[in-house]
């Protein structure tokens, strides 16, 4: 008999991709999303699969799955700061609530759960490079709070229930990750310079660009979640590519990679936008013994290959054009 695998957040990026991995693997996968940030075209290609199934469902609302399962991935959550930031509610209940019904729903079916927590845990990181015994420096009521209060807890209800429950939990720490599905328009820092380069616009730099970010492809990242799912290690691992490179510089390595001869204007930094970021990996060596395979190089040629591919419709879509908009002191 297969084993069966819930999968929330399934229409989304990281959602899908891990849904395609599980069924390759020979797991009897079944998604669930209710789309407020992802896209039914991201698993399309899975419906006729026998081993894919699909429930339309809000996790912050009492979650039913007929029949035994095995494994759950909570992987719903808006992701980047224009989502949360669009609806900061939505954020905060799907990492408590929806949290909360998850492990629920875990415990009811004996079921293993793995949380897709963040490096925003980390908020404007004191520590460089960030490990797992870092506790992180938030500001509770900024912007971004909405996003890294409702990770923070769902890291704490999650470790509750492992105590408290003995549930089997697994909390997976994600630095940046990209690759193909991301929404062109969900104001991410890869989309975004990507669709500009594509509608021949500037390139909008924020803050003077000397912040860090590190940048992990998502075959990598998948790789990375799956070895910790099947790990015995309760705690928080940090699973990203520690090649950190500045935004001005990466603005730069955009223009070149698409051949387009942009100009890089600047915008006012968001509040809180975190400084520098890049994971310390030395846990994911010795535990899992993963580390990222794909090169920014490789993976964002890859990346750009899929956004050149999408319709002109949805690359003008101008939806979130601004992020500074939606956060003004
Ligand atoms: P995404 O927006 O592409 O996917 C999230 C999916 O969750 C969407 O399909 C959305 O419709 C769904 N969703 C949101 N709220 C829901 C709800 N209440 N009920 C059901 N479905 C709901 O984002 P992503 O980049 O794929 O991120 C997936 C997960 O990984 C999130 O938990 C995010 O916090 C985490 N993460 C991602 C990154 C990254 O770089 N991509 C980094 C850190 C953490
Ligand atoms: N950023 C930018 N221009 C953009 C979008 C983002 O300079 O058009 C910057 C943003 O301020 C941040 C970094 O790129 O410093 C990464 O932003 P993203 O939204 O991708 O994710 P974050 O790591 O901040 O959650």
Redesign the pocket.
């Known amino acids: 008999m297969a084993k069966r695998i819930l999968i929330?957040?399934?229409?989304?990026?990281?959602?899908s991709h891990l849904c395609e991995r599980f069924i390759k693997e020979g797991f009897e996968v079944i998604g669930?999303?209710?789309?407020?940030?992802?896209?039914a075209k991201?698993i399309a290609h899975l419906a006729p699969h026998p081993n894919f199934t699909f429930i339309k469902?809000?996790?912050?609302q009492y979650i039913i799955v007929d029949g035994p399962l095995d494994y759950i991935l909570?992987?719903?959550?808006?992701?980047?700061p224009i989502?949360y930031l669009k609806i900061p509610i939505?954020t905060l209940?799907?990492g408590s609530l929806?949290t909360h019904n998850l492990l629920g729903l875990a415990k009811a079916k004996k079921a293993r759960i793995l949380i897709?927590?963040?490096?925003?845990v980390y908020g404007d990181p004191l520590v460089h490079p960030q490990n797992e015994s870092y506790y992180g420096n938030v500001n509770t009521i900024g912007p971004r709070g909405v996003?890294d209060e409702a990770?923070r807890f769902q890291e704490s209800i999650t470790m509750a229930y492992h105590r408290f429950h003995g549930l089997e939990t697994r909390i997976v720490r994600?630095?940046?990750?990209?690759g193909p599905?991301?929404?062109l328009n969900?104001g991410?820092v890869i989309p975004a310079f990507m669709g500009q380069a594509l509608r021949g616009e500037d390139i909008t730099v924020f803050g003077d660009g000397s912040q860090t970010r590190s940048f992990?492809y998502v075959d990598d990242q998948v790789e990375g979640i799956f070895r910790l799912l099947f790990s015995d290690y309760a705690y928080p691992v940090n699973i990203g590519n520690p090649h950190e490179i500045t935004i001005r510089d990466f603005a730069e390595e955009i223009i070149k990679l698409t051949g387009t001869d942009q100009k890089i204007v600047y915008k006012p930094l968001p509040i809180d936008d975190p400084m520098q970021r890049q994971p310390d990996i030395s846990l994911a060596k010795e535990l899992l013994d993963w580390e990222p395979k794909v090169g920014r190089t490789e993976g964002m040629k890859i990346t750009y290959d899929y956004f050149k591919s999408l319709s002109e419709e949805e690359l003008h879509r101008s939806e979130h054009k601004d992020f500074t908009e939606h956060i003004k002191k």
Do not use: W
């Open positions: 929330t957040g399934a229409a989304g990026f990281l959602g669930m999303d209710n789309f407020i940030t992802g896209d991201n469902h809000d996790v912050t909570h992987f719903a959550s808006p992701a980047s989502d939505q209940k799907v929806g897709a927590s963040t490096s925003e996003y990770k994600i630095f940046n990750t990209y599905r991301m929404r969900d991410r992990c």
